[in-house]
């Protein structure tokens, strides 16, 4: 089984900053892509960021320039540094990891509970 654990969100101002993370644990054997996602209330849940295993990565066109992806693999951890808030960005924002449990099994993707972002005008 594997759980991921989400922290950092949070109130704060327009311009303001907020850095995620998302601790993988469990049964891991190895970790292929991880990113995040955010749902606002009333939309569909949309891709904010991704990072894989090599550590390329790609963001959404809204949080290009704002937000940066990053990964330490030693710690299982993801993290999403979100600089120049908007209030735009206010969501629920999931993190997800594509996690192999044994060497011989599939990746199967993994989601965190969600944490909550709220930026003030």
């Known amino acids: 089984q594997v759980q991921l654990v989400e922290s950092g969100g949070d109130l704060v101002q327009a311009g303001g900053s907020l850095r995620l993370s998302c601790a993988v644990s469990g049964s891991i054997w190895s970790i292929n892509a991880m990113g995040w996602y955010r749902q606002a209330p009333g939309k569909q849940r949309e891709l904010v960021a991704v990072?894989?295993?090599?550590?390329?990565?790609n963001y959404a066109d809204s949080v290009k320039g704002r937000f940066t992806i990053s990964r330490d693999n030693a710690k299982n951890t993801v993290y999403l540094q979100m600089n120049s808030l908007k209030p735009e960005d206010t969501a629920i924002y999931y993190c997800?990891?594509?996690?192999?449990?044994?060497?011989?099994?599939?990746?199967?993707?993994?989601w965190g509970q969600g944490t909550q972002v709220t930026v003030s005008s």
């Open positions: 990072i894989t295993s090599g550590g390329s990565s």
């Open positions: 997800y990891a594509d996690v192999k449990p044994y060497p011989t099994s599939y990746y199967y993707t993994n």
